[in-house]
């Protein structure tokens, strides 16, 4: 397949799926086996891409950044609560992430894993929305503490691929009592600092290939995969908490149910 067209589609994909409870990085993966490619050659080019999905947010949330930033200047105490419980559920991720990167790593190589923790995270959506109360709309400033802590744990399930890092934050927000487009956009909010790191590691990890030249894969396939998963996800955050708030989750959770166990007789009969 041409590199421009997989570079396209592979942005698409991330773009798709970042934000949804579907797992960004299980999609990427099953990519890499239905269309073929080597992927060694793109792991880079799909840790960089996710920048783009970052941008989507900061994009999307500008005035609330800009707001939060105004207000730790003025020592605002909404403004500090904000940041707390951003760190706090940052914390858990970042310190495990470093322990086990080995382990998940060597996770990231089995297709497998990804179908199974689709269908099973499916199954835990539908148990969750099926007991998750209806909360009144509160800021990420106003979430106690104990919350935004439990969600950063929650987010932890993530380092097994085809989990969800979001579907993990939003359940885990949900579980706690957290109103369902509060969990949305508090997993938007964290992805930046969780996504930020991730990446910030796997460069550094790779620096020689970047340094020289031998990373597999151009910086043109780079930029557009880049562009390409920032317009996709900004699209996808702007129609995803607009649906969720009225309708839940549970579509995602089928598809996930559905996508996994079609992946795993697929796999099978290769």
């Not at 539908?126 to 209806?134: C, D, F, P, S, V």
């Not at 938007?188 to 030249?213: H, Y």
């Not at 894969?217 to 900004?234: D, P």
Request: hydrophobic share 55%; glycine share 10%.
């Amino acid at each position: 397949m041409d590199t421009i067209v997989t570079a396209i589609l592979l942005g698409i994909v991330e773009g798709l799926t970042e934000f949804l409870p579907v797992s960004s990085t299980g999609h990427l993966i099953l990519a890499t086996e239905l269309f073929g490619y080597d992927a060694h050659q793109w792991a880079m080019f799909n840790v960089v891409i996710q920048l783009g999905a970052i941008l989507a947010v900061v994009v999307q949330y500008w005035r609330t950044f800009w707001a939060v930033g105004m207000g730790l200047l003025k020592l605002n105490p909404m403004s500090l609560r904000f940041l707390r419980n951003l760190l706090a559920a940052f914390i858990p991720s970042a310190v495990l992430g470093l322990a086990l990167k080995k382990y998940i790593d060597v996770l990231l190589g089995s297709p497998s894993v990804v179908c199974w923790a689709l269908i099973v995270g499916g199954i835990a959506i539908l148990l969750i929305e099926k007991r998750a109360r209806t909360g009144e709309l509160t800021g990420i400033g106003e979430l106690p503490l104990r919350q935004a802590l439990g969600v950063g744990l929650a987010q932890c399930l993530a380092m097994v691929p085809g989990v969800s890092r979001s579907g993990a934050t939003i359940m885990g927000a949900l579980a706690m009592g957290i109103e369902r487009r509060t969990a949305a956009e508090f997993s938007f909010f964290l992805a930046i600092p969780t996504m930020l790191g991730a990446t910030t590691l796997e460069l550094l990890d790779n620096r020689d290939a970047l340094m020289s030249g031998t990373m597999g894969v151009g910086w043109t396939e780079i930029g557009i995969g880049f562009a390409v998963s920032f317009v996709v996800a900004l699209a996808v955050i702007r129609m995803f908490v607009a649906y969720v708030s009225k309708s839940g989750f549970k579509p995602f959770a089928w598809y996930r149910i559905v996508a996994g166990a079609v992946a795993l007789v697929w796999l099978g009969m290769r």
